[in-house]
Every structure is written in structure tokens, then in C-alpha cells.
């Protein structure tokens, strides 16, 4: 039976269809209860109308997949922190001025050169009881090492909602944090906060607290800090300390995914514990005595492992999973996938837009639906090379099933993954094995030094293998442009090619040929639709001049500095499917799709008796702007990064005075001119 036959399939469809309409139409809890009302209303109509007809036509269908769909809606709309009162953002009045107000540490994140990062919950703000998560900043290190989650502090803070990137097509940490019910941030110094006394002693305290005693232990026994960050990564699902140049080699080397607990940590606990109750009678009794140990493991991992979502997730998925494997039925595996997806959609609509969820859930339908096809291809009789063959066919399975999709929110592609899984998944098969073991001794107060240090020359023994692998950094493609039409037309392209393979017709060919068709068809109008856009774009850069004037797919750019591998330049020109054919210095007058602009910079000269439409501010020129427009008379007023923001807020307010149009990209980000 095919896995988008089951009526379990369809509903879920229809589901994530009602929460991605939520999401993009910002639908209020007062319509979302309206449809929820009618499709209930509509469904029970429906199904009491088909019990007396003695079947079930094809309106009981319609009725429980629009019924689905608006769930979907609902389960969204009641999530959504914007739309819950309490919300600590519906209780300040004022976002600049500061507002005391009571947190509980959460979760700690990585450091930044601004200092220490936490997620925290809102307990009170202003005296007001509110709820809500928000990322707290600590200016350096001031909150101290000894700091544990679930410590209450009192802030007197402003609180900082998330803005829009200030450049186009740079990544939305802001949007990244909402689909976490993350909503604004602090800025915290020394002097801005005091300790409560009374730590909350939840789930979440008593898991840092065995995380803390772990890593103690191995402290204490000498476990080099490098390899023991990595291990803390693997296996405690904490990335805090780890060293940017680990990160990068994994990354580059396309492992970066074992750095983050996941589906595949998880899967190979299944896997693991799975082996080592092989050996129990085959009965009834103890079947279920290894279901209930299994399941307990996972959460027993998910609660030292710091019950984060990820964590959560991934236990979830694989709850599930390992009871579709005790069922022991193949179709079961797709229906058991269906409903852990179902099931924590249900609860956490949002996790739809995590890239993780979305990576892991699309690695493990490809892995259940392409390897058994991959596997058929060759089957060896020697078990080393069933092994290796096996994770081949597998990390093929994942890596097609995932490629479109991280290729668009990463454009790039490792091009020696198959290389790194080979490599990796053995070596991470026992680092993961002994760690969990090491691990568990250290909590009942042992810690075995031969264990300890094996486990370390593995951990270094690893690194050294993604360095080298990494090293070879021509193999990384990078800046690959890609939209979501596209994304769409490859998952069509590669479904009907495996659904052709698995049993090939006429039909299901001509299907594949009319998804090629529809690649070169999307391509092309991407391409076209480039090809007619002309625009101008002067860039928020701090202390710098940037302008780009993109004719199609080619970009000229104007700046007297020299650009760094982060300038803000490069996602804009992936994200057009351009390339950057001239460079400029920039100019005191230049002319773009019809208007004249008089660029001003720190000399302060200008052409006189120009009407010019746009006046571009830049270098903080000393000039009265009063005069200047007496004699220039712009439509339009421009002030970039370049300038001191003392000069930027005269400027506003001149242009205030005058009615004078003023886009000041501190605020308000690039300006963009288009026709």
C-alpha cells in the first residue's frame, strides 16, 4: 500500500496545510474559532448523515480532511505567543524605557563576544504576572560560571522586540527565535540585575544538575576540554563551549549535524539498546518488558540530555518509531511516522518551521522509503561490507531526501559526505556506545580511567578525521542560489523518480518526465523574472558606504573599502541568481532607473543647483542641511550607517520640518529603488 494512500497521511496533509495558512495569513483567535466551529459542525453533520445512509461517500472524506485542516489553524492561532494575553509583550507600554522584571533561567546558549546568553521564562514584569520566553544578553560573563538553571533573578532592563534584518536576504535571527516562542531580547549589565533567592527546582533544574555533576567527574579525571566539549555536544546536547574551529571543520566537512542531538543520536540508542536485548526470549511478556525499557531509556536520554525541544522532538519521533518496531509490520513504520508527526504538530505547531524538524523528519521517510530500494541494488555477503554498504545506501537515502531543502536555507553542499558518513557513523557508533556508558557509571560514582581515556583518543581520533576532511575546501560548493519554487519541483522530481524505480509504468514515467519538464519550467521563469528586475540598493554597513545597482543578473557595486567573507553583499546576490561583474568607488553624483542622486560624504561638497530625487548622507558630512535644501530640493532623503547617529537624528528631525521624506537604514534597514 502506498504510503500517501493511508486516509492517516491525508489528514496529516491537510493539517499542515491549515497551520502553514495560520502562519502566512496571521489569522486572530476569533476567526480561527469560527472555522474551527463550522468544520466540526460540518464533520458531525456528515458523519451522522453517512451512518444512516450505510456508507461512506466521498463527503466524509472532504468533511474530515477540511476539519483536519482547520485543527491545523486552531492548533497554530492558540500557540502563538502573540496571541496568548498573558504575554509579557501585551504588558509594557513602553519599549524604551527600562521595566524590572522577574526571569527564571531555562536553558544556557552559547556565548557571543557580547558575553553569556540564557533563555529565560518571564515571570513578572512591572508587577504584573505575565508569561513568555525571552533571550537574555549578559555583558561579559557578568552573570558568573556558577550560575544554574532554574536561578530566579530581578532585571531592570528594556526589553528589545526582534526587528527585521537591516540587509536583504540575511538570516532572520529574529524569525529563527519566534518559531521558538521567543519573542524579544535584553541587554543585560552588571549593574541591571540582582539574585533571588529561591531557585525553581523543576525538571529542567534537576537535568543541569546531573549534566553539571557529569562533566564535573571527567573534569576531575582529566578528560582533555577539547574532546570533552565535543563529547558534551554528542551526548548532552550542549554546544556551548565548543570552539568556533571544531564547528567550522564540522560543517565543512558536512558532520555538523552530529554536533546537535537529533534523530540521529537517538536512532542509534534505539538501535543500540535494541541490541542489547537481542539476546531475551522471544515472548509475549518480554517483547513488551523491552518496549517499556526502550521508551524509558529515551526519555531518561531526553532528561539528561537537558529536555531541550530538539531533544524532544527526536525522542518523540523515535517513541513512535521503536513502537512501529515492536508491531513489527512495515507499513506500520509509515502510519508510526505519521503520528509522531501528527502528534507533536499538535502540541508544538510551530516546530514545523524548525529547520531541524524539518530535517530530521524528511532524513527518516527517505531512509524507510528510498534505502530498502537502494539495499536491493547489491546485497554482499561479507558483513563488514553489508556494514559499510548499509550506511552508504542509508546517508544516500537521508542526504537526497534533505538535499533541496539545505541547500535553500544553506546554500551549500559538502560534496564529501558520502566520504564523512562512511567515516563518521562507525566512529560515532562508539563514541556513543562508551560514552553513554562513561556516563552512566560517573552517576552511580564511578569513572573508570581506561574508559575515559579510550573514549577521548576516539573523540580526538574523530576531530583529526573532520579536519582533514574539511581541509579539502574545494569540494565545499558554496552560494548556491535556490528558491522555493525550485525546492518544490526537486521534492516532485526525486518523489516520482523513486515512485518509477520502486515499479515502473508508462504513467509513473510520464510523471517523472513532467517533473523534469516542471524543473526546466521553474528554472527559466526564476530566470526571467530576474532577468527583467532592475533595482538599487544602498546597505546598512557600520561605518561604510555600500551601494548596488543590479541590472538582471549582474550586480555593480560602489564602496572605496575593501568587502569581507561576511559582507552583506554576497546573500543578495545568491538569493537574485547574480554575480557582481564591476566594482566602484563611490561616486558624488549617479543616475539609476531615472533619477538623479547627489551623494554627500565627508568633504561636504556637492554639486550646487541640482534638483536631485534622492540626497544619499554618508561619512558624516558637516554641512547645514537647511542650505543644502535650499539649492538641491530633494524628494527624498537617505542616511546610511557611515554616518554618527548624533548627525543621523538632526537630519531626521530637519527633514521632519521640512516634509521631507528621511530613510535612516540604522532604523529602518537598506533602502531599496526599483521600477
Same mark, same amino acid.
Given at each position: 500500500?502506498?504510503?500517501? $494512500?493511508?486516509?492517516?497521511?491525508?489528514?496529516?496533509?491537510?493539517?499542515?496545510? !491549515?497551520?502553514?495558512?495560520?502562519?502566512?495569513?496571521?489569522?486572530?483567535?476569533?476567526?480561527?474559532?469560527?472555522?474551527?466551529?463550522?468544520?466540526?459542525?460540518? +464533520?458531525? !453533520?456528515? +458523519?451522522?448523515?453517512?451512518?444512516?445512509?450505510?456508507?461512506?461517500?466521498?463527503?466524509?472524506?472532504?468533511?474530515?480532511?477540511?476539519?483536519?485542516?482547520?485543527?491545523?489553524?486552531?492548533?497554530?492561532?492558540?500557540?502563538?505567543?502573540?496571541?496568548?494575553?498573558?504575554?509579557?509583550?501585551?504588558?509594557? $507600554?513602553?519599549?524604551?524605557?527600562?521595566?524590572?522584571?522577574?526571569?527564571?533561567?531555562?536553558?544556557?546558549?552559547?556565548?557571543?563576544?557580547?558575553?553569556?546568553?540564557?533563555?529565560?521564562?518571564?515571570?513578572?514584569?512591572?508587577? #504584573?504576572?505575565?508569561?513568555?520566553?525571552?533571550?537574555?544578553?549578559?555583558?561579559?560573563?557578568? *552573570?558568573?560560571?556558577?550560575?544554574?538553571?532554574?536561578?530566579?533573578?530581578?532585571?531592570?532592563?528594556?526589553?528589545?522586540?526582534?526587528?527585521?534584518?537591516?540587509?536583504?536576504?540575511?538570516?532572520?535571527?529574529?524569525?529563527?527565535?519566534?518559531?521558538? @516562542?521567543?519573542?524579544?531580547?535584553?541587554?543585560?549589565?552588571?549593574? %541591571?540585575?540582582?539574585?533571588? =533567592? $529561591?531557585?525553581?527546582?523543576?525538571?529542567?533544574?534537576?537535568?543541569?544538575?546531573?549534566?553539571?555533576?557529569?562533566?564535573?567527574?571527567?573534569?576531575?579525571?582529566?578528560?582533555?576540554?577539547?574532546?570533552?566539549?565535543?563529547?558534551?555536544?554528542?551526548?548532552?546536547?550542549?554546544?556551548?563551549?565548543?570552539?568556533?574551529?571544531?564547528?567550522?571543520?564540522?560543517?565543512?566537512?558536512?558532520?555538523?549535524?552530529?554536533? @546537535?542531538?537529533?534523530?540521529? =543520536?537517538?536512532?542509534?540508542?534505539?538501535?543500540?539498546?535494541?541490541?542489547?536485548?537481542?539476546?531475551?526470549?522471544?515472548?509475549?511478556?518480554?517483547?513488551?518488558?523491552?518496549?517499556?525499557?526502550?521508551?524509558?531509556?529515551?526519555?531518561?536520554?531526553?532528561?539528561?540530555?537537558?529536555? &531541550?525541544?530538539?531533544?524532544?522532538?527526536?525522542?518523540?519521533?523515535?517513541?513512535?518509531?521503536?513502537?512501529?518496531? =515492536?508491531?513489527?509490520?512495515?507499513?506500520?513504520?509509515?502510519?508510526?511516522?505519521?503520528? &509522531?508527526?501528527?502528534?507533536?504538530?499538535?502540541?508544538?505547531?510551530?516546530? *514545523?518551521?524548525?529547520?531541524?524538524?524539518?530535517?530530521?523528519?524528511?532524513?527518516?521517510?527517505?531512509?524507510?522509503?528510498?534505502?530498502?530500494?537502494?539495499?536491493?541494488?547489491?546485497?554482499?555477503?561479507? /558483513?563488514?561490507?553489508?556494514?559499510?554498504?548499509?550506511?552508504?545506501?542509508?546517508?544516500?537515502?537521508? %542526504?537526497? !531526501?534533505? *538535499?533541496?531543502?539545505?541547500?535553500?536555507?544553506?546554500?551549500?553542499?559538502?560534496?564529501?559526505?558520502?566520504?564523512?558518513?562512511?567515516?563518521?557513523?562507525?566512529?560515532?557508533?562508539?563514541?556513543?556506545? *562508551?560514552?553513554?556508558?562513561?556516563?552512566?557509571?560517573?552517576?552511580?560514582?564511578?569513572?573508570?580511567?581506561?574508559?575515559?581515556?579510550?573514549?577521548?583518543?576516539?573523540?580526538?581520533?574523530?576531530?583529526?578525521?573532520?579536519?582533514?576532511?574539511? &581541509?579539502?575546501? $574545494?569540494?565545499?560548493?558554496?552560494?548556491?542560489?535556490?528558491?522555493?519554487?525550485?525546492?518544490?519541483?526537486?521534492?516532485?522530481?526525486?518523489?516520482?523518480?523513486?515512485?518509477?524505480?520502486?515499479?515502473?509504468?508508462?504513467? /509513473?514515467?510520464?510523471?517523472?518526465?513532467?517533473?523534469?519538464?516542471?524543473? %526546466?519550467?521553474?528554472? +527559466?521563469?526564476?530566470?526571467?523574472?530576474? %532577468?527583467?528586475?532592475?533595482?538599487?540598493?544602498?546597505?546598512?554597513?557600520?561605518?561604510?558606504?555600500?551601494?548596488?545597482?543590479?541590472?538582471?543578473?549582474?550586480?555593480?557595486?560602489?564602496?572605496?573599502?575593501?568587502?569581507?567573507?561576511?559582507?552583506?553583499?554576497?546573500?543578495?546576490?545568491?538569493?537574485?541568481?547574480?554575480?557582481?561583474?564591476?566594482?566602484?568607488?563611490?561616486?558624488?553624483?549617479?543616475?539609476?532607473?531615472?533619477?538623479?542622486?547627489?551623494?554627500?560624504? &565627508?568633504?561636504?561638497?556637492?554639486?550646487?543647483?541640482?534638483?536631485?530625487?534622492?540626497?544619499?548622507?554618508?561619512?558624516?558630512?558637516?554641512?547645514?542641511?537647511?542650505?543644502?535644501?535650499?539649492?538641491?530640493?530633494?524628494?527624498?532623503?537617505?542616511?546610511?550607517?557611515?554616518?554618527?547617529?548624533?548627525?543621523?537624528?538632526?537630519? #531626521?528631525?530637519?527633514?521632519?520640518?521640512?516634509?521631507?521624506?528621511?530613510?535612516?537604514?540604522?532604523?529602518?534597514?537598506?533602502?531599496?529603488?526599483?521600477?
Amino acid at each position: 500500500m502506498n504510503a500517501i $494512500q493511508f486516509p492517516l497521511s491525508r489528514i496529516t496533509i491537510a493539517f499542515i496545510f !491549515g497551520i502553514l495558512v495560520a502562519h502566512f495569513s496571521n489569522l486572530d483567535f476569533i476567526w480561527a474559532n469560527i472555522l474551527i466551529a463550522i468544520s466540526f459542525a460540518t +464533520f458531525c !453533520g456528515v +458523519f451522522f448523515w453517512t451512518q444512516r445512509q450505510f456508507i461512506q461517500n466521498s463527503f466524509f472524506g472532504i468533511a474530515t480532511y477540511f476539519f483536519s485542516f482547520c485543527i491545523g489553524i486552531y492548533a497554530l492561532t492558540i500557540h502563538s505567543s502573540w496571541n496568548q494575553k498573558d504575554n509579557y509583550l501585551h504588558q509594557i $507600554q513602553s519599549f524604551e524605557l527600562p521595566h524590572q522584571t522577574e526571569i527564571v533561567l531555562r536553558e544556557k546558549l552559547k556565548n557571543t563576544r557580547y558575553g553569556q546568553r540564557y533563555i529565560a521564562l518571564v515571570n513578572r514584569i512591572d508587577n #504584573k504576572s505575565c508569561s513568555g520566553k525571552i533571550m537574555l544578553n549578559f555583558k561579559d560573563n557578568c *552573570l558568573g560560571t556558577d550560575v544554574k538553571i532554574g536561578t530566579r533573578l530581578l532585571l531592570f532592563t528594556t526589553i528589545i522586540p526582534h526587528k527585521p534584518p537591516l540587509n536583504p536576504h540575511q538570516f532572520d535571527y529574529g524569525k529563527y527565535l519566534a518559531t521558538k @516562542s521567543i519573542l524579544a531580547q535584553a541587554y543585560v549589565e552588571e549593574s %541591571q540585575f540582582q539574585f533571588q =533567592h $529561591q531557585l525553581v527546582k523543576d525538571l529542567f533544574y534537576y537535568s543541569d544538575v546531573f549534566r553539571s555533576k557529569i562533566l564535573h567527574e571527567l573534569q576531575k579525571a582529566h578528560f582533555s576540554s577539547v574532546e570533552l566539549n565535543v563529547l558534551a555536544a554528542l551526548i548532552l546536547g550542549q554546544q556551548q563551549d565548543i570552539s568556533q574551529e571544531i564547528v567550522c571543520d564540522y560543517q565543512m566537512a558536512g558532520a555538523i549535524h552530529i554536533l @546537535s542531538v537529533s534523530g540521529l =543520536h537517538v536512532g542509534f540508542i534505539v538501535i543500540f539498546l535494541g541490541f542489547i536485548l537481542k539476546w531475551l526470549p522471544k515472548i509475549k511478556w518480554v517483547s513488551y518488558f523491552k518496549l517499556t525499557f526502550i521508551l524509558a531509556s529515551l526519555w531518561g536520554f531526553a532528561f539528561i540530555a537537558g529536555l &531541550s525541544p530538539s531533544v524532544i522532538r527526536s525522542v518523540t519521533m523515535f517513541s513512535f518509531v521503536a513502537i512501529g518496531l =515492536h508491531l513489527k509490520r512495515k507499513t506500520n513504520m509509515f502510519h508510526t511516522l505519521l503520528v &509522531s508527526l501528527l502528534m507533536i504538530l499538535l502540541f508544538e505547531p510551530s516546530f *514545523l518551521f524548525d529547520v531541524g524538524f524539518q530535517l530530521s523528519y524528511l532524513a527518516l521517510f527517505f531512509i524507510l522509503w528510498l534505502q530498502p530500494l537502494l539495499g536491493s541494488i547489491w546485497q554482499p555477503e561479507n /558483513k563488514i561490507t553489508k556494514y559499510f554498504w548499509d550506511i552508504l545506501t542509508v546517508s544516500f537515502a537521508a %542526504q537526497m !531526501g534533505t *538535499l533541496p531543502i539545505s541547500i535553500y536555507y544553506f546554500h551549500q553542499f559538502p560534496g564529501l559526505f558520502f566520504v564523512t558518513n562512511v567515516i563518521v557513523i562507525p566512529f560515532l557508533s562508539a563514541i556513543m556506545a *562508551l560514552g553513554l556508558g562513561l556516563m552512566i557509571l560517573v552517576l552511580i560514582g564511578m569513572t573508570p580511567f581506561f574508559l575515559v581515556r579510550i573514549v577521548e583518543n576516539l573523540i580526538s581520533l574523530l576531530n583529526y578525521i573532520i579536519n582533514r576532511i574539511a &581541509s579539502f575546501d $574545494q569540494l565545499v560548493f558554496k552560494e548556491i542560489p535556490i528558491n522555493i519554487l525550485l525546492v518544490l519541483n526537486l521534492y516532485a522530481l526525486l518523489i516520482a523518480a523513486i515512485v518509477y524505480l520502486k515499479k515502473p509504468s508508462y504513467q /509513473k514515467l510520464g510523471f517523472l518526465c513532467l517533473s523534469i519538464i516542471l524543473i %526546466q519550467v521553474s528554472s +527559466f521563469y526564476t530566470r526571467w523574472n530576474i %532577468q527583467n528586475e532592475n533595482e538599487l540598493l544602498v546597505f546598512n554597513v557600520k561605518k561604510e558606504t555600500l551601494i548596488a545597482e543590479r541590472n538582471g543578473h549582474h550586480v555593480v557595486i560602489f564602496t572605496n573599502t575593501t568587502l569581507g567573507e561576511n559582507n552583506p553583499i554576497q546573500p543578495y546576490v545568491t538569493a537574485n541568481f547574480a554575480k557582481v561583474v564591476k566594482k566602484k568607488a563611490v561616486p558624488k553624483l549617479m543616475y539609476a532607473l531615472d533619477k538623479k542622486i547627489v551623494l554627500i560624504d &565627508s568633504s561636504a561638497a556637492y554639486p550646487r543647483n541640482t534638483k536631485p530625487d534622492i540626497l544619499l548622507l554618508r561619512q558624516s558630512p558637516k554641512i547645514n542641511l537647511n542650505r543644502v535644501f535650499q539649492t538641491c530640493k530633494p524628494r527624498l532623503v537617505i542616511a546610511d550607517a557611515s554616518n554618527f547617529k548624533s548627525y543621523v537624528l538632526l537630519w #531626521k528631525a530637519t527633514c521632519l520640518k521640512e516634509k521631507i521624506p528621511f530613510h535612516n537604514t540604522y532604523e529602518k534597514g537598506f533602502y531599496k529603488l526599483e521600477k
